[in-house]
């Protein structure tokens, strides 16, 4: 797994390198935006740690011009401070999660572990969420023990939202991933969010526990506890 970490300041950007090294990962560090996308853009990386203010270009012009090249690779940012705004920003333009500085190594890894999961596929079934049980293989989804007639993409909908289970997913998530769309348009976030309110009416209208919440101005959280 080769992982780029673009971080301008140098204590922070050596750290988290060598410990990703530790753990196995091939690690790039860039320490300017610059270098940053340059590196992105021309090689090849599975995931890219990427901080928000960096001098010159920042991590969010960063992440949007590679967006705009159609890139899919994996992005978590670094936000600086625990700001609602920054962490939407960050979403809109494309990334796949963030972490507030300062963070702690240990978090920082199991994110990434998470995210490079995710970008696998994993047949692993039946996963289950409270009394939704979601079979990939068969296809079935069953909520306490009454079976779903979903359709194809509504099934890939919820798929994606069960792996992300208790994760806000933002609409562009949901079109990179599920639509496969990587330029986001606001007809599609339309079309998303019909499909939504579809899944939302056969998943959690004819049970009392509700399961798909709506994040305001972020997007969705599949969970069994409200956001
Ligand atoms: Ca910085």
Redesign the pocket.
């Known amino acids: 797994m080769r992982l780029l970490v673009i971080?301008?300041?140098p204590k922070v950007g050596h750290a988290v390198q060598e410990g990703l090294q530790a753990e196995g990962y091939e690690v790039a560090l860039a320490e300017t935006g610059e270098d940053g996308f340059f590196l992105a853009s021309s090689l090849s990386f599975d995931l890219i740690v990427l901080?928000v203010?960096?001098p010159g270009r920042n991590g969010l012009e960063i992440l949007a011009a590679l967006r705009k090249q159609n890139s899919a690779v994996q992005v978590l940012i670094l936000t600086?401070k625990d700001a609602i705004e920054d962490r939407v920003a960050g979403l809109d333009a494309g990334a796949d999660d963030y972490l507030v500085k300062p963070f702690a190594f240990p978090e920082l890894s199991a994110r990434i572990r998470a995210l490079l999961r995710r970008g696998k596929s994993e047949p692993v079934t039946p996963l289950r969420i409270g009394t939704l049980e979601m079979d990939s293989v068969t296809r079935t989804v069953l909520r306490e023990g009454l079976r779903l007639e979903l359709t194809a993409r509504e099934f890939e909908l919820l798929e994606f939202l069960v792996r992300n289970h208790g994760r806000v997913v933002s609409r562009e998530m949901l079109a990179r991933d599920v639509w496969k769309e990587p330029v986001r348009a606001t007809p599609l976030d339309n079309v998303i969010d019909v499909h939504v309110a579809r899944l939302r009416k056969k998943l959690d209208d004819p049970f009392a526990s509700k399961l798909l919440h709506t994040v305001r101005g972020v997007g969705f959280m599949l969970s069994e506890e409200i956001p």
Do not use: P, R, T
């Open positions: 971080e301008d300041e901080d203010m960096l600086a």
